[in-house]
């Protein structure tokens, strides 16, 4: 059964382009309520543990120095169905594929640089909020 969590995180590029409040504007105008969130940064170690999952790819270089580049805002949202639901929102992975109204389409500009994480499982998301939060900063 699908749970009513999700995690998310505002990447280097729409951080430093200046979209935190437009994007946190978007998550909350879709009905998105904030359990827990944060401006933090990772470091090398830290997105290489984050994205092990993709440590086989050919882009794994260059995520793991994108993502440890500059500060991100990480966050946990809950709402019904909350991974289906934030991944229709964000859109596609390479914004060229994004649907009209989504952050992605607004915001990324190419695959790898593209603003936004989402989830892409109920038990990813509560991996991924663990690597980030502490029980205590859940609201
Ligand atoms: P996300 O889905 O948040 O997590 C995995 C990330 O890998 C993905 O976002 C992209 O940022 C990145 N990614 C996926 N495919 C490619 C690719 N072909 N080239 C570069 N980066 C990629």
Same mark, same amino acid.
């Given at each position: 059964?699908?749970?009513?969590?999700?995690?998310?995180?505002?990447?280097?590029? *729409?951080?430093?382009?200046?979209?935190?409040?437009?994007?946190?504007? =978007?998550?909350?105008?879709?009905?998105?309520?904030?359990?827990? =969130?944060?401006?933090?940064?990772?470091?090398?170690?830290?997105?290489?543990?984050?994205?092990?999952?993709?440590?086989?790819?050919?882009?794994?270089?260059?995520?793991?120095?994108? =993502?440890?580049?500059?500060?991100?805002?990480?966050?946990?949202?809950?709402?019904?169905?909350?991974?289906?639901?934030?991944?229709?929102?964000?859109?596609?992975?390479?914004?060229?594929? *994004?649907?009209?109204?989504?952050?992605?389409?607004?915001?990324?500009?190419?695959?790898?640089?593209?603003?936004?994480?989402?989830?892409?499982?109920?038990?990813? *998301?509560?991996?991924?909020?663990?690597?980030?939060?502490?029980?205590?900063?859940?609201?």
């Amino acid at each position: 059964m699908a749970t009513n969590r999700t995690f998310t995180m505002i990447k280097p590029d *729409a951080v430093e382009k200046g979209h935190i409040g437009g994007i946190i504007n =978007m998550i909350t105008e879709a009905g998105f309520r904030i359990v827990s =969130m944060k401006l933090t940064q990772l470091t090398v170690a830290d997105a290489q543990k984050f994205y092990a999952v993709h440590s086989e790819r050919p882009f794994y270089g260059e995520l793991v120095e994108f =993502m440890s580049r500059g500060p991100i805002v990480a966050a946990i949202l809950e709402k019904d169905n909350a991974v289906e639901a934030f991944r229709t929102l964000i859109g596609a992975t390479n914004p060229a594929d *994004a649907a009209e109204g989504t952050i992605r389409k607004k915001y990324a500009t190419s695959i790898g640089e593209n603003a936004v994480h989402g989830s892409d499982s109920d038990e990813n *998301a509560a991996i991924e909020s663990a690597f980030h939060f502490a029980g205590r900063e859940e609201f």
